[in-house]
């Protein structure tokens, strides 16, 4: 059963200041967070030699837990990290941690620590709508976490009845001991868990979209239970190429130079973004502030995040980041060196059983032409519609756009008669 932990919306959060981490202040001070280490004092009578001496001790302890809290980072500093996000959404959601329990009876593959049987869960954040409405699960992308549509929360949960999850092995979620060692193994520890999910919220039929590598896992579980997906919507997807399919001269050269070569051997070593945060230790935070600052700011193809929202998908993006290695590790085994899938969706594409609909920014590095292969081979409903004003994360770029794209692809559940006519703005491939 799953754990309901009711959240208020955000008229009612008291954002505080001193409960963000790293990232909302001087970044010394966020990144380390140590408490003051109670002296506990004998009755001997205070002298200025007995006062240095409970100072000297307090400053040592103070020390030490600043070793011991290198990393700033939990899961309960993940979900007040999130709570704090989400308390821009005026729309009141619940937050659960969904028990999928050990493992998928008959599974070889577990998604627990090898000694260990402990259940897992899913973090998942259900947003409040209408009755009848259809519903949307959203499914984040690599290193990634649901906060990171918080900016789209409030009006698709006007039409739809919104579920958003942290994949297993990230964000709020469980984070098991990866011990995945082949693709296949790999990309059952995301489908399964996303199917057990699915049975603990009793959820018979749903949308399904997911963003970037969330998109490649909705992608295989639709091809694996597609009696419980009315439409696939793929945002950014990665994953349709192998790196026998690119023909790239340039990648190639660059593939054959000792910086390549590197750098090749760092991606099979599985060297991911979050091991670098987490190796910077209390200076992690402020890596991460550069990193939104500039994608979500500075150079942003579309809506920059204003103070408060950069402020705040800091400070959970940090936390999500620097949080215990999990599903992050997957890295290696889903791609190859220079993100090429190492089982393609292009290979698939002909046995899809359910509509489907691709989104991307105009300014996407995904390219969108990998989609248009893929409908060739397609015997389902595929539209490819294009945004401006975004790039790989559209949905945070140019929300406006996004929704809009959203609502087009999925007319045939609001109205009897759907309109094909693509909206203003918006571009059909």
Request: net charge positive; charged share 20%.
């Amino acid at each position: 059963m799953a754990t309901v932990l009711p959240t208020k919306s955000s008229s009612s959060l008291i954002q505080t200041e001193s409960s963000s981490m790293a990232l909302q202040t001087e970044s010394s001070s966020m990144a380390i967070q140590t408490e003051s280490s109670s002296v506990i004092q004998t009755p001997e009578e205070e002298t200025p030699r007995t006062n240095a001496k409970a100072k000297k001790k307090s400053l040592a302890a103070s020390r030490w837990a600043t070793v011991l809290r290198w990393i700033p980072t939990s899961t309960d500093h993940i979900i007040a990290a999130e709570k704090r996000l989400l308390s821009l959404v005026k729309t009141p959601y619940t937050q659960e941690k969904v028990s999928i329990g050990s493992g998928p009876q008959g599974s070889k593959v577990k998604w627990f620590r090898s000694v260990s049987n402990e259940p897992r869960f899913i973090n998942t954040v259900t947003f409040e709508s209408k009755e009848d409405s259809p519903t949307l699960v959203m499914v984040h992308g690599y290193g990634a976490s649901q906060g990171f549509f918080f900016r789209n929360f409030e009006f698709l949960s006007k039409h739809f009845k919104v579920i958003a999850i942290d994949q297993l092995g990230w964000g709020g979620s469980s984070r098991p001991d990866f011990t995945c060692k082949s693709t296949e193994e790999t990309e059952a520890w995301f489908i399964d868990s996303l199917e057990e999910w699915r049975k603990s919220v009793k959820l018979s039929s749903f949308i399904l979209l997911g963003h970037s590598f969330g998109g490649y896992v909705a992608a295989k579980y639709a091809l694996k239970y597609p009696e419980h997906i009315e439409h696939l919507i793929l945002v950014g997807t990665a994953g349709f190429s192998s790196e026998t399919d690119h023909k790239s001269e340039e990648f190639s050269k660059f593939r054959s130079t000792w910086k390549g070569a590197i750098i090749k051997n760092l991606w099979e070593s599985n060297l991911t973004p979050s091991k670098v945060i987490r190796g910077l230790g209390p200076w992690g935070p402020d890596l991460v502030r550069k990193y939104t600052t500039n994608r979500f700011g500075t150079c942003s193809s579309g809506d920059v995040l204003n103070e408060e929202e950069s402020k705040l998908l800091t400070d959970y993006v940090y936390h999500t980041l620097a949080a215990k290695a999990s599903g992050e590790l997957c890295l290696k085994y889903i791609f190859s060196f220079g993100a090429f899938a190492r089982s393609p969706l292009l290979n698939s594409a002909s046995e899809w059983k359910v509509p489907t609909s691709f989104i991307y920014g105009v300014y996407d590095w995904m390219n969108y032409e990998g989609a248009v292969e893929a409908r060739k081979k397609m015997n389902v409903p595929c539209d490819i519609i294009r945004v401006p004003k975004g790039g790989h994360f559209v949905f945070v770029d140019n929300p406006i756009g996004f929704h809009s794209a959203v609502m087009y692809v999925c007319r045939r559940f609001f109205t009897t008669h759907p309109s094909n006519k693509i909206p203003e703005g918006l571009e059909s491939v």
